[in-house]
């Protein structure tokens, strides 16, 4: 079959890969009707994070149709059409057992193999998902599988990261970074109640489409500031913080980006007594502040990869209500052949680039 992986640094192939087939019989295959492109594509892309085999089927956010299942496959027929979350997951462990499914004892992540050990992703024609039956969710019928699609990682994520910052009614929130995770952020602050909701980047178009999600924007100034010292923080974005909350500082921040600049600003932005929760995927060996800041300030720094499969159910039911319209936020369709080129459209941001789905 045809997919795309890995072939090093800012290298993606559109290649001829072995068919997958069940092999066991938890398993079932899923004929992959649209994939997403996420952030966390990018790290392995850009060299960021290593240790991913060359060859791997690239992708981890996907909707299709089950084709094929094992034996023990109980709820799934073949026609179901899925989603997935980014990580397999048993339900029954005790992780699954108290939502953190994430950290399922035996989840493993779509299109991660690395040692020749891991499991192929879903940019493909077809994918196989082991634990299927716990794994996969079907899609309400009134759902698009492209929205669907955003419930299986990012619209999770970002209800997951404002659960974490604690962005509770009355509440001011901060996001920093505004690409696909932290406009659902946004999203997921407005829906616990937050009063008001800061929205921070340096692309214009991101920016606006956090305004429309009900954000207050706070452009974090040109794209050449990002080869600043790593962990500098945005001075002048932290004084319109300020400002703007009578001096005192954000309730809850969620960093939304993954670099130590941002999670320093998330820092910097909440008042004393404040949340501040990383969905952004970090690969320093070392935090952006110190014990003495954290203690001197009374911080609750929160983070961690989300139980994508635990916030599923909560995410199809926001899309479910058609509100807010999340359709705005894909801005690109590309076949799965030209998905060398919507890596390097995704990763430069260019041309208003927010979600890229590929068809297979
Ligand atoms: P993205 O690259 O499209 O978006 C990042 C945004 O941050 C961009 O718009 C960029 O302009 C902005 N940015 C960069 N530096 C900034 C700074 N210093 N201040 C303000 N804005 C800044 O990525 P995405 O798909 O939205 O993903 C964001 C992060 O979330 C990534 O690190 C990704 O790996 C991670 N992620 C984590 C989970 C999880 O389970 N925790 C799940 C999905 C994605
Ligand atoms: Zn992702
Ligand atoms: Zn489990």
Avoid at 29 to 36: D, N
Avoid at 149 to 155: E, P, S, W, Y
Avoid at 180 to 203: I, K
Wanted: with cysteine.
């Amino acid at each position: 079959m045809r997919a795309l992986t890995f072939g090093g640094v800012e290298t993606v192939l559109y290649d001829t890969v072995p068919e997958p087939a069940i092999a066991d019989e938890g398993d079932a295959l899923v004929e992959v009707e649209v994939a997403g492109i996420c952030g966390s594509d990018l790290h392995p892309y850009f060299g960021r994070e290593t240790g991913l085999d060359t060859g791997t089927v690239l992708g981890h956010e996907f909707v299709g149709r089950v084709v094929e299942t094992g034996a023990a496959v109980r709820r799934l027929r073949p026609g179901a059409r899925v989603v997935s979350p980014f990580t397999t997951s048993c339900g029954a462990c005790f992780f699954c057992r108290s939502g953190l499914t994430a950290r399922c004892e035996q989840g493993r992540l779509f299109g991660w193999v690395e040692g020749g050990r891991g499991l192929h992703g879903g940019q493909a024609e077809r994918v196989r998902v082991p634990l299927a039956d716990a794994t996969l969710v079907e899609v309400p019928e009134e759902v698009p599988s492209e929205l669907a699609l955003l419930a299986g990682d990012v619209l999770s994520t970002g209800l997951f990261g404002a659960e974490m910052a604690r962005a509770a009614p009355g509440a001011v929130a901060a996001i920093v970074g505004c690409g696909p995770v932290g406009l659902m952020a946004v999203v997921g602050c407005r829906q616990l109640g937050a009063e008001r909701v800061l929205a921070v980047d340096r692309v214009a178009e991101r920016l606006r489409a956090a305004e429309r999600l009900g954000a207050e924007p706070i452009d974090a100034g040109p794209p050449d500031a990002e080869s600043k010292a790593p962990d500098a923080a945005d001075p002048e974005v932290t004084a319109a913080v300020r400002e703007t909350t009578g001096g005192r500082g954000a309730d809850a921040a969620v960093e939304a980006v993954g670099s130590p600049a941002a999670l320093r600003l998330a820092v910097e932005l909440v008042r004393p007594g404040g949340t501040v929760a990383a969905v952004g995927v970090h690969t320093a060996p070392t935090l952006p502040f110190s014990p003495v800041e954290a203690y001197d300030r009374n911080l609750t720094f929160r983070t961690g990869r989300c139980p994508a499969r635990h916030y599923l159910p909560m995410a199809l039911d926001l899309l479910r209500t058609g509100s807010p319209d999340l359709a705005p936020l894909i801005t690109h369709r590309l076949p799965l052949a030209d998905g060398p080129a919507a890596y390097r459209l995704f990763a430069e941001r260019r041309d208003g680039c927010l979600k890229v789905i590929l068809l297979p």
